[in-house]
């Protein structure tokens, strides 16, 4: 059993899909790892550190990934890189399909069985394996970090001898794992913290660490959660009582974190070029969404926009950032995960295809996309002609 861990081809990736931790686990379940030379030098870890946990050092992808029964990565796997995978080889990845249909069909051309790792379910058992959660927290934190690198002032308040530095204010929007994080950073670098979330329930988790929370707190507010804690669609009035009630809001805030992503489709737009023109100059926007369009009007992919003296910071990677303690929680998402695919005693990769993980998460096999979410549509069968048949005196109504 041989598991390749090639380094990633994307320019923007830092993290790496295995750290010495993890191949020490995966030698003592009877596999070989191999692992490309430099692919963790970006997470802080040299090839001498793989060698000493015992896995093969291979000159370059190709040879990583030859003949490996799995291939753990970070990334989707590119065009280019398909050709040295054997097929029905496992890839372990985040795979980002949605969008990208076409390189999904490339990876099930080339007869390998990707595995979507961010598909996989929220359940207690799988809570260890949940890439969203550990790279979202990830993410939560250097937003904050980022926001106070670009904001030309302290954050906590200071009392000195020439006078008092006032605490800076801060406004996550949005109280998922990430938006929770940074609330957590915001509150330990000493900030004033608000947020706001479509779902009730949030309010508990926003004032338990220790900031106040900000929405129109309605009737229809109070019901607007799903009795599986999903957020309910809410009506046009509430939505402009929302908006004007941020609008109110944000004019007084110093950085502003926005946090709202739904896998599959475009982010809301949260902030207007209307909210961004009524904050201070030196005020800091921070869009964790800008890789499906942005929560914020006018952040850009890749760039730090100042517009009348605020800055819209659109970074890409946010958890890859800071790569080392990304990787680390990455790799052994991975780990938990292709632990429950091999064999104790025959120490060999040995799929349940009915587990209910492997088929949440399987994206395409054996030559074909399986995922429900993503297989070709086929075209609707056509109705077959009837015979037209003789009308009846009794089918007319007669008497």
């Known amino acids: 059993m041989k598991i390749g861990v090639p380094a990633e081809v994307d320019g923007l990736e830092s993290r790496v899909a295995a750290t010495p931790e993890t191949v020490k686990k995966?030698?003592?379940?009877?596999?070989e790892v191999s692992v490309q030379s430099g692919a963790g030098l970006a997470s802080r870890i040299p090839d001498a550190e793989y060698a000493a946990a015992g896995a093969t050092i291979a000159a370059d992808a190709?040879?990583?990934?030859?003949?490996?029964?799995?291939?753990?990565?970070?990334?989707?796997?590119?065009a280019e890189e398909l050709p040295a995978y054997r097929k029905g080889a496992l890839v372990v990845a985040t795979m980002d399909p949605y969008g990208h249909e076409d390189a999904v069909a490339a990876i099930a051309g080339a007869g390998v069985t990707a595995i979507a790792m961010e598909f996989m379910p929220r359940i207690t058992r799988a809570q260890v394996m949940d890439v969203l959660s550990s790279q979202a927290n990830l993410a939560g934190?250097?937003?904050v970090i980022d926001a106070a690198a670009e904001y030309d002032r302290a954050l906590p308040m200071m009392m000195t001898a020439a006078g008092t530095v006032p605490a800076a204010r801060v406004f996550v929007m949005g109280a998922g794992v990430a938006g929770l994080q940074a609330i957590a950073t915001a509150r330990r670098l000493g900030a004033v913290v608000t947020a706001t979330d479509v779902r009730p329930a949030a309010k508990e988790q926003v004032e338990s660490l220790g900031a106040k929370f900000v929405a129109v707190e309605d009737d229809e507010f109070k019901q607007a959660e799903t009795a599986a804690g999903y957020a309910k669609p809410m009506s046009a009035e509430y939505q402009a009582k929302q908006a004007a009630l941020v609008a109110e809001h944000i004019k007084k805030q110093d950085i502003v974190i926005t946090t709202a992503l739904i896998p599959g489709r475009a982010a809301p737009r949260l902030?207007?070029?209307?909210?961004?023109?009524?904050?201070?100059?030196?005020?800091?926007?921070?869009?964790?969404?800008v890789e499906r369009g942005g929560n914020v009007e006018g952040a850009k992919p890749g760039e730090v926009t100042v517009v009348d003296g605020k800055k819209i910071v659109g970074h890409l990677n946010v958890a890859g950032r800071i790569a080392a303690t990304a990787s680390q929680l990455y790799a052994k998402n991975l780990y938990a995960f292709v632990e429950t695919l091999i064999d104790k005693a025959s120490k060999t990769v040995a799929v349940n295809w009915d587990d209910e993980l492997v088929k949440a998460t399987v994206l395409t096999r054996d030559g074909a996309v399986v995922h429900p979410a993503f297989k070709p549509k086929e075209a609707p069968k056509e109705a077959p002609v009837e015979e037209p048949k003789p009308i009846l005196v009794a089918e007319q109504g007669a008497s």
């Not at 995966?26 to 596999?31: P, S």
């Open 26 to 31: 995966f030698i003592a379940l009877g596999a």
């Open 62 to 78: 190709a040879e990583a990934v030859r003949d490996a029964d799995v291939v753990l990565k970070v990334r989707r796997p590119q």
């Open 141 to 143: 934190y250097q937003a």
């Open 271 to 289: 902030v207007s070029a209307a909210m961004v023109a009524s904050m201070k100059p030196g005020s800091v926007l921070i869009d964790l969404a």
